[in-house]
């Protein structure tokens, strides 16, 4: 027979049960609510003090902490913008938590991961995008660099077979197939390796890289007259190829917020706006840096001097210009436009001195031009030949250095007719003779050059090879 009160604790105890079950969550509750509910929006105080930016991000962290989708992209758009890669990566999960489908997100989240140096994680989220299908309307995809992502961390961590697993499911994107390439010849295969590079000389003839790669790769081979031709078409090469595309990516979104947008909607204005427009614009840029001594700065000052000239306003030109170098700002670019407001103020032999001192620092076809101009002149007939030959040695070599050395060589033929006194410009007609395969005109204008300066150890080495 059960105690007195047995039937009544039975039926109590389902209640009891329940109310302890009940604040053990509530309990448990305390402890993992922050882990559970996402973090708010917040600014980073590592973001470098700018008030524009500030106040730009807060806006974004506010939309993004009512918001969805779109907004915790342009909130961790801003913040990747700024290096702040932690930050940004939050805001990204946040981004994948809303759509777990978009490339875009799940691709900023792995890179944001990757350069907090978590090359395993990062590897899972690059894997994930490769199985995502691409936005509408993209015109770059993600993939081909996700994958290029993968093999790079691989290398990383020193898989090395892994990696070069990875670069070869990446054909025909450049940076894998190098990466493939210097992997094959550092590992004993040249002869794979030359295939590679020279797969990758079609598609971009002017890399430096690949030049250098295939220097190294004839050399491996035993073929050093090859390996010399390769290394001469470094000097040729006006391509560099970006083999970590970390600038291609975070660049554009640098000038998504703070001063830095308004800098590039002043660079896209000056193409078609009046100079009214300019100057409001600009006001607005000065307004935000105020007295702040931040890089922005002096760049602003250089875009007031720019815009005082254009509007025939000397005074404030050189007004700015000083106000620049009384901040420390400096250098050839400052200098050339206060020659051209002493020239607007018609100060000439100032304005000429300051830019035959740049000429010496900084030279240029277009200065070598006014200068140029200035010795006409001034009656010296000699002293603008001078000039001119410069200007023409100038255009002659980044002619060259686009690889076309017989485009160059006429400049450097027209610089030897105008001042023939010039042993740089009898130097660089032979070097352009010589790969043009006119070994005896490039062996006499080298002596030309040895006549005027004896001890010029370039021309002593290239007529040595033109005599072998």
Request: one cysteine or more.
């Amino acid at each position: 027979m059960a105690q007195p009160g047995a039937e009544a604790v039975r039926k109590l105890l389902p209640t009891v049960l329940a109310g302890v079950i009940a604040g053990e969550v509530i309990a448990l509750g305390y402890v993992l609510l922050p882990q559970l509910s996402p973090a708010p929006a917040v600014i980073p105080a590592t973001v470098r003090a700018d008030p524009l930016l500030t106040q730009e991000l807060g806006e974004l962290a506010e939309a993004a902490n009512t918001g969805g989708h779109p907004e915790w992209m342009a909130f961790g758009d801003a913040l990747l913008g700024q290096g702040a890669y932690l930050q940004a990566e939050s805001a990204y999960r946040r981004a994948v938590g809303f759509a777990p489908d978009d490339i875009e997100a799940r691709f900023a989240l792995a890179f944001c991961i990757d350069r907090t140096g978590r090359m395993e994680e990062s590897n899972e989220h690059y894997r994930a995008c490769l199985e995502l299908p691409e936005s509408p309307g993209v015109q770059r995809s993600k993939k081909p660099f996700a994958r290029y992502a993968i093999g790079r961390n691989l290398l990383r961590l020193e898989d090395e077979a892994a990696a070069e697993a990875a670069f070869r499911q990446n054909p025909g994107f450049p940076p894998a197939e190098y990466q493939l390439a210097r992997i094959l010849l550092f590992s004993g295969r040249p002869r794979e390796a030359e295939v590679i590079v020279r797969r990758g000389l079609e598609s971009l003839p002017l890399s430096l890289e690949w030049h250098r790669l295939q220097a190294r790769v004839l050399e491996a081979l035993g073929r050093p007259a090859e390996a010399a031709a390769a290394r001469e078409m470094e000097e040729r090469s006006a391509h560099l190829l970006e083999v970590n595309f970390n600038v291609d990516y975070i660049g554009p979104l640098t000038e998504k917020v703070g001063i830095n947008r308004l800098l590039a909607e002043y660079e896209a204005a000056r193409q078609t706006a009046d100079a009214a427009d300019l100057d409001q614009r600009l006001r607005q840029i000065e307004a935000a840096i105020g007295d702040r001594l931040i890089p922005e700065r002096f760049l602003a000052t250089q875009l007031r001097a720019e815009l005082a000239l254009t509007m025939a306003e000397p005074e404030a030109a050189l007004k700015a210009i000083e106000a620049a170098e009384q901040r420390g700002g400096a250098g050839p670019q400052l200098l050339q436009l206060k020659a051209a407001a002493w020239e607007q103020l018609g100060r000439l032999d100032e304005a000429t001195k300051l830019r035959e001192r740049l000429a010496a620092i900084s030279p240029s076809p277009e200065l070598h031009r006014l200068l140029a101009e200035a010795r006409a002149a001034a009656g010296d007939a000699a002293g603008q030949r001078q000039f001119l030959a410069r200007r023409e040695r100038l255009e002659g070599i980044a002619i060259y250095r686009r690889n076309d050395p017989a485009g160059a060589l006429s400049h450097f033929e027209e610089a030897t007719r105008l001042d023939p006194a010039d042993a740089a410009s009898w130097y660089h007609q032979g070097e352009m003779l010589f790969h043009l395969d006119r070994a005896a005109d490039a062996a006499e204008a080298l002596r030309r050059a040895l006549a005027i300066n004896p001890g010029d150890g370039r021309s002593q080495r290239l007529l040595a090879i033109i005599a072998e």
